[in-house]
Nanobody, 124 residues
Framework: QVQLVESGGGMVQAGGSLRLSCAAS????????MGWFRQAPGKEREFVAS????????YYDDSVKGRFTISTDNAKNTVYLQMNNLKPEDTAVYYC?????????????????WGQGTLVTVSS
C-alpha cells in the first residue's frame, strides 16, 4: 500500500515558478518509476514527467521540456517538480504517481498509485 501526498500548488503569474512536492509513504519500491501528470478542466489526464528514484533517468513531455525539472530525494521519499517559465496552459491539477513498472510510460493506465492532486493556476 502506497500513499502519495502532493503539496506546493498555488497561483502564479505567467513566467513565474513553482515547486511541487510529493511525499511518498508505504512500499514505494525502488524499481518502480515515479512521475507527474496533470489534468485541466474538460481534458484527460496527461503525462508531464517521470523519473527513477536515482533521479538519473528522467523523461519529459515535449510541452514542458526545458521548463520543468523532476527530481528525487531518496532520504525523504520525496519527488519534486520544479516548474519554471509557467504558462497559462500549464494550469491544471497536478498528480503525483507511482507507475506499475520501471519503463517509460506516458499513459495514466500504467500508473498504479495516485496522489490526491494539487492545483496550479497560472494567470496572464
Amino acid at each position: 500500500q502506497v500513499q502519495l501526498v502532493e503539496s506546493g500548488g498555488g497561483m502564479v503569474q505567467a513566467g513565474g515558478s513553482l515547486r511541487l512536492s510529493c511525499a511518498a509513504s508505504g512500499r514505494t519500491f525502488s524499481n518502480y518509476r515515479m512521475g507527474w501528470f496533470r489534468q485541466a478542466p474538460g481534458k484527460e489526464r496527461e503525462f508531464v514527467a517521470s523519473t527513477n528514484w536515482s533521479g538519473r533517468n528522467t523523461y519529459y513531455d515535449d510541452s514542458v521540456k526545458g521548463r520543468f525539472t523532476i527530481s528525487t530525494d531518496n532520504a525523504k521519499n520525496t519527488v519534486y517538480l520544479q516548474m519554471n517559465n509557467l504558462k497559462p496552459e500549464d494550469t491544471a491539477v497536478y498528480y503525483c504517481a507511482r507507475y506499475s513498472g520501471s519503463y517509460y510510460y506516458t499513459s495514466p493506465l500504467n500508473v498504479e498509485y495516485w496522489g490526491q492532486g494539487t492545483l496550479v493556476t497560472v494567470s496572464s
